[in-house]
């Protein structure tokens, strides 16, 4: 059988997204344009391998990112894992807004919570001259986020850390995505993620506040005076995140994604 008839045979009934993401699976495995797909005989071999491949997608539900081992993202190239957080557009749109505000020519970053480095390796690769630096609690999604850093050719240090603890410098601009989901939302969530991405990015305490509150009490001992802090927050956070962090930051605000819906906060230093 040819690639666009298994394709279109499995395609049958799909939602949208669902279809699109069967035809990134197709793309990256036979690493043919889709028009090219016709002319294309499978083997018995790569019938195998993509049926296989769209059970874990389709039947199992694991997500895409994981299948193909990677995932896109604002400039880079980003290889995922289970030890790490699925990098989300939301997120991309975040490194959109540091990029675009901080006026810096070598400007100093701190990304806390860096997980797969993709904020990290990012913005180092749009801004060859700042000097970024990359902490998380986990060795595994260390191990992950220092790949991403060689594979996209970008020096970044990495430091292995409960939140500040091993962290001794100054800063022009902290960011940070952490871990923001509440004990209900945790169990609310979608099983391609709560059966496939790890807890422990997740998390963020009963209220899901526990990770914003140490921030607002510790990020501006890290940061030079009138520096940028950049948070990535759940929809429903904003308003809580920015009163927390009012004592000890100047000029806090509240942002709306692509999607019209409070999702970052930023402020600056005293």
């Known amino acids: 059988m040819n690639a666009y008839d298994f394709f279109a045979n499995m395609a049958q009934g799909l939602s949208h997204t669902r279809r699109n993401e069967l ?27 993509l049926a296989q491949k769209a059970d874990r997608l389709l039947n199992i539900g694991e997500p895409l990112a994981h299948i193909l081992g990677r995932t896109e ?17 939301e997120t991309e749109f975040l490194c959109d807004i540091v990029s675009r505000t901080v006026d810096i ?75 923001y989901i509440s004990s209900v939302g945790m169990q609310e969530l979608p099983d391609s993620v709560k059966n496939f991405e790890p807890h422990l990015a997740l998390y963020g305490g009963e209220d899901g506040l526990d990770f914003y509150r140490n921030i607002a ?37 509240v942002l709306k994604d692509l999607f019209k819906k409070d999702r970052y906060v930023i402020a600056r230093g005293k």
Not at 158 to 166: K, T
Not at 223 to 248: R, S, W
């Open 23 to 49: 035809m990134w699976l197709f793309r990256d495995a036979l690493t043919l344009d889709m028009a090219n797909w016709a002319q294309y005989e499978l083997s018995n071999e790569e019938a195998l391998i």
């Open 73 to 89: 993202f604002f400039w880079s190239n980003i290889h995922v894992t289970p030890d790490v957080l699925i990098p989300r557009v």
């Open 105 to 179: 020519e070598q400007a100093t970053i701190l990304d806390m919570c860096t997980g797969s480095g993709c904020i990290a390796v990012s913005l180092a690769k749009k801004h060859p001259d700042w000097s970024v630096t990359a902490v998380d609690i986990s060795a595994p999604a260390l191990k992950v986020a220092r790949q991403n850093a060689l594979d996209n050719g970008v020096k970044i240090e990495f430091i292995q850390s409960d939140m500040w603890q091993n962290v001794t410098k100054m800063y022009d601009c902290i960011i940070s995505n952490p871990p």
């Open 217 to 253: 009490t510790n990020a501006s001992k890290h940061l030079k005076k009138e520096g940028y802090l950049f948070l990535e927050i759940g929809e429903e956070q904003g308003e809580k995140v920015a009163e927390l962090l009012k004592a000890n930051f100047d000029n806090v605000k």
